[in-house]
Nanobody
Framework: QVQLAESGGGLVQAGGSLRLTCAAS????????MGWYRQPPGKQRELIAR???????DYADSVKGRFTISRDNAKNTVSLQMNSLKPDDTAVYYC?????????WGQGTQVTVSS
């Protein structure tokens, strides 16, 4: 099973940017859809961005136009560029498989956006 490690979170002011990176311990080439999820304080984890192995992407309405997901199958990484951050984006962010369904979760990376 591929292990995933997220990095790049931190504290940023509203309107700022962050780039999250997910490094896989093995190949992600065979994972049909990879995604970024987030879990705000006191709320359920939600899928916010996903990317197919061929590069097609889609986004939750809450991040559309501000976040960009990308994947590099050769380097086994998935990234999330986050621009125009808002306080509502404060959450722990996780990367994981979407298809097939995820079986376990990493520690995630904390993103805190101050107003």
């Amino acid at each position: 099973q591929v292990q995933l490690a997220e990095s790049g979170g931190g504290l940023v002011q509203a309107g700022g940017s962050l780039r999250l990176t997910c490094a896989a311990s093995g190949s992600i080439f065979g994972i049909t859809v990879m995604g970024w999820y987030r879990q705000p304080p006191g709320k359920q984890r939600e899928l916010i961005a996903r990317i197919r192995s061929g590069g097609a992407t889609d986004y939750a309405d809450s991040v559309k136009g501000r976040f960009t997901i990308s994947r590099d199958n050769a380097k086994n990484t998935v990234s999330l560029q986050m621009n125009s951050l808002k306080p509502d984006d404060t959450a722990v962010y996780y990367c994981n498989s979407v298809l097939p369904a995820p079986r376990s979760w990493g520690q995630g990376t904390q993103v805190t956006v101050s107003s």
